[in-house]
């Protein structure tokens, strides 16, 4: 069950996503999130699910989400995670249509709702969230066009050294190389592109050839500049 928490003040928040708007006054950060709620996940709950109608955007405060879409077959594909100070389901609230995708946290997670109003007129009146919302919007689509052309190009022993490379510069390295975060092997095989089957062996190749070391979940990197070259 989601637990209602106290909104963090808005000093707090703005520290918070100060990476995400750079350029949004206080005052229109703080009017932005005048009717904001604050709620608590646990791990393993779901935000919104696709094709749900998401009545305003939010803002990671705490922890990690998966954000993903499935097919028809009922298989994972893991578009992006989420960390702190990231921003997302506000284009459904823009276009005003159903998710597109669905969010579920990876880690007890603290979420801060932005109502949808609170976002549109956010965009209208103040023209520094505007272009910031542009930047996020235009940064997704460049992500998202990478990816698409790396699956189809990439064989997937390049895309695991670059999902492991990613991993680790947005969620950083324990100080014996090992990736703070933790994925399942069957997320890591969605965030790749791939069969778990496949991954396993990937994963395994990788180990015989010292590029990384595995124990369990953790994933050790021992060759960072091996990877990139195998990355491309």
Do not use: W
């Not at 969230?129 to 990478?146: P, S, T, V």
């Not at 979940?217 to 960072?224: F, Q, S």
């Amino acid at each position: 069950m989601k637990e209602e928490v106290a909104l963090p003040d808005i000093s707090r928040c703005i520290s918070k996503f100060k990476q995400t708007f750079k350029h949004v006054a206080e005052a229109e950060f703080a009017k932005l999130l005048a009717d904001a709620t604050v709620t608590a996940y646990k791990k393993g709950e779901f935000v919104y699910e696709e094709n749900s109608r998401v009545k305003g955007c939010y803002l990671l405060y705490s922890g990690i989400v998966k954000i993903f879409q499935t097919g028809n077959e009922g298989k994972e594909q893991i578009i992006r995670l989420g960390k702190e100070g990231d921003l997302f389901g506000f284009r459904s609230v823009i276009r005003e249509e159903p998710a597109c995708t669905s969010v579920e946290t990876l880690a007890d997670c603290i979420l801060c709702h932005v109502p949808g109003r609170s976002l549109v007129e956010a965009i209208t009146r103040s023209p520094a969230f505007a272009n910031e919302m542009m930047q996020i919007a235009c940064r997704e689509l460049g992500d998202a066009n990478r990816y698409i052309k790396d699956i189809a190009q990439k064989p997937v022993r390049a895309r695991l050294a670059e999902i492991l490379l990613l991993i680790a510069g947005d969620f950083g390295l324990e100080k014996d190389g090992a990736l703070t975060l933790n994925l399942t092997r069957g997320d890591l095989s969605n965030f790749v592109g791939t069969a778990t089957e496949t991954l396993i062996r990937l994963l395994s190749e990788f180990k015989n050839e010292r590029l990384i070391a595995t124990r369990g979940r953790r994933i050790r990197l021992l060759d960072v500049d091996r990877l990139r070259l195998i990355a491309g």
